[in-house]
């Protein structure tokens, strides 16, 4: 079945670094959009970067210069480097994945979270 686990959070000072990693399963990963999300407490889930089949990146303007999204279709995974951290980007840190699939509805997959903590 169509799995994405994350890990990577943790606490950290503000202008510090962290690396999520999103493993996925079950789905040809190589020809789909990914994408991070974050949601913080009280707030809307917001999307902070995605990257394409082809390797097109995009980012939150509150993000960019910050974060890097990267992916490795031979392991599966998408990873997101966060430099420069600041308290407000403390949030659960969502992995998603989606795409066609032939004879089956498009894909919307979504990890369980990692929760990132920035403190000042």
């Known amino acids: 079945q169509v799995q994405l686990v994350e890990s990577g959070g943790g606490l950290v000072q503000a202008g510090g670094s962290l690396r999520l990693s999103c493993v996925a399963s079950g789905f040809i990963f190589s020809s789909k959009t990914m994408n991070w999300y974050r949601q913080a407490p009280g707030k809307q889930r917001e999307l902070v970067a995605g990257?394409?089949?082809?390797?097109?990146?995009n980012y939150a303007d509150s993000v960019k210069g910050r974060f890097t999204i990267s992916r490795d279709n031979a392991k599966n995974t998408v990873y997101l480097q966060m430099n420069s951290l600041k308290p407000e980007d403390t949030a659960v840190y969502y992995c998603n994945g989606k795409g066609w699939r032939a004879f089956l509805p498009a894909l919307d997959a979504w990890g369980q979270g990692t929760l990132v903590t920035v403190s000042s």
């Open positions: 990257i394409t089949s082809g390797g097109g990146t």
